[in-house]
């Protein structure tokens, strides 16, 4: 109808002298944005169905491409922006929930930009990494709670299980039927590669990643997908997923369309049945009840592996962390509403949690407070862009990170927030064959590794900036932060002082 039409958020821009209608872009792009006019003996465009992945950019052999955020609006009106009226537009004409992917685009405040970071100047000398050692080796879970010696005056190691981490980075939950075989393959490989973990997801695990095991954390979310002894024994962790930044309060949805071949398998459920992921754990009211979760997991694995539980991080989250401390959990996973998904509501996505950065300074002090910080460790995600917010959020309190959209976006990722589709034109977030192969795992495995390396570098550089010559002397050191453009009352959460004091 013509009240519906929409003008296209984004205009592709055809340099008609550049183009020699090599028809790339048509064989590339699986929105159909690209045709060859046979009539017009020219290239053509549907600027309609282009979502923004810039992959006919990428590979246009004489750049004769681009995509242009369209200026066509609305009269200008602060209130009712165009999102606003484009959005109801859109829902009076289908009566659907609008589904959007990847994490929050609103202007909400990134606290991480806001932090700056100290370095040594007369005194307390910096240190040089390339010259001397620098530690970033990491380790979660519980830690003792004094040193044990034997007769002889040597340590008697008692620890509960622990993961080792060779950098505090870890790739974070990515379903296999979220994204592709290939992707999955990449994060497991760099994972091995790099001395760290990936997480299957809620996907379960295929069997063709249980090689990866001791690099892999396994999730058990609350539609149970592909649980079972073995699954939970294959990895080196296993994690509850409560809840995800992206969607905080709700459960996930994994349309039938995307449950084919493997997926149904590894997820064991029948071909072409949507996943639908309840909001709830369905024995889970409580803390007592989530204690037992734990214990059961524990106790099928033979209490030989750290249990994780993740949370979105929402309001009273430091409240909801010190239970979790409680109930026997090793770690505590906390994810921030700029985390990324394949699929969430958009309202939802765009409206509901809060940052990470403040929920981590609360949850990390009220374990201080409550004299428990040592019974859990605290890895905290949603948007964690590089290796400065990494520092950062260690200074907060975290004892290691999670990455998913940057990873997703050394794959190849552009953001363009339509992973709902099932067609990503990088072969991440789809299972479609030809779609899938764009993706090499070699290919992927190096890029991520690379990533990694670089950012470790970097984390090494400010460490020694800053005279601290390993990552457990930084972590909690909020004495190494300033805020800058912050409110009291955020300083206040943070914990840390105004730049220039
Ligand atoms: S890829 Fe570039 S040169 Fe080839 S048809 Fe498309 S716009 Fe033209
Ligand atoms: S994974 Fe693919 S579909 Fe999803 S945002 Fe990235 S490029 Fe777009």
Known sequence: MVRDYLYPDYEVI?????????????????????????????MVSNTASCVDCQRCVCLCPTHALKVIKSDNTFKINANWTNEAISD??????TGAVLLSAMGTPKEYPVYWDKILINASQVTNPSIDPLREPMETKTYLGKKAAEIIRDK???IVPKTSPQLELEVPIMFSAMSYGSISYNAHKSLAMAAEELGILYNTGEGGL??????????????????????????????????????????????????????????????MIPEGTDAIS????????????L??????????????KPVIVKIAAVHNVAAIASGIARSGADIIAIDGYRGGTGAAPKKIRDNVGIPIELALASVDQRLRDEGIRGDV???????????????????LGADAVYIATSALIALGCHLCRSCQSGK?????????????????PEDGKERLVNLVNAWTHEIKEMLGGMGINSIEALRGNRLMLRGIGMNEKELEILGIKHAGE
């Open 424 to 440: 990503c034109n990088w072969g991440i977030a789809t299972q479609i064959p030809e779609l899938v192969k764009r993706l090499n």
């Open 291 to 304: 204690r037992q979760l734990v214990f059961s997991l524990k106790e099928a694995s033979d209490y030989k």
């Open 278 to 289: 309840p909001a709830p754990h369905h024995d889970i009211y409580s803390i007592e009840d």
């Open 88 to 93: 109801i537009i859109r829902q009076a004409g």
């Open 152 to 154: 002889n005056g040597n």
């Open 14 to 42: 055809r340099n008609a002298d550049m183009c020699i209608a090599c028809r790339v872009c048509e064989r590339q792009c699986a929105n159909e944005v690209h045709k060859y006019d046979a009539d017009l003996k020219k």
């Open 206 to 267: 295929h069997e063709d990643f249980y090689q990866y095991g001791s690099n892999t954390i396994v999730q058990v979310a609350s539609g149970r997908f592909g649980v079972h002894e073995d699954y939970l024994n294959s990895g080196a962790a296993i994690e509850i997923k409560m809840g995800q930044g992206a969607k905080p309060g709700i459960g996930g949805h994994l349309p039938g369309a995307k449950i084919v071949g493997d997926i149904s398998k590894t997820r």
């Open 377 to 395: 460790s605290v890895v905290v995600g949603g948007s964690i862009r590089s290796s400065a917010d990494i520092v950062k959020a260690v200074a």
